[in-house]
């Protein structure tokens, strides 16, 4: 992972788990289901946005890394990859 976005993806983290922690409090003081379940919306929007960042450095870095080399087998492995978390991820 390129180190800007290894940094970027470490505080968009980190305020994750503030976010978490949050909501813990919320459920713990009986707070109301839809302003529990509104922060609920907005953690799983700011970890689709990291997996989006995490991907975007991968298919710059790694799969164009396999694309450069000309090695079909590497190429294949990795598109079939990306293939599999992106099938994954839709679930």
Known sequence: MQTETKNDC????NRVEGQVRGLSRMVEEDRYCIDVV???????AALRRIEE???KDHVGHC???AIASGDPKEQRAK???LME????SER
């Open 10 to 13: 470490l505080k968009r983290l």
């Open 38 to 44: 509104t922060q609920i919306a907005a953690v799983r």
């Open 53 to 55: 960042i995490v991907l």
């Open 63 to 65: 799969v164009e890394h």
């Open 79 to 81: 598109i079939a990859e």
């Open 85 to 88: 978390v992106l099938g994954r």
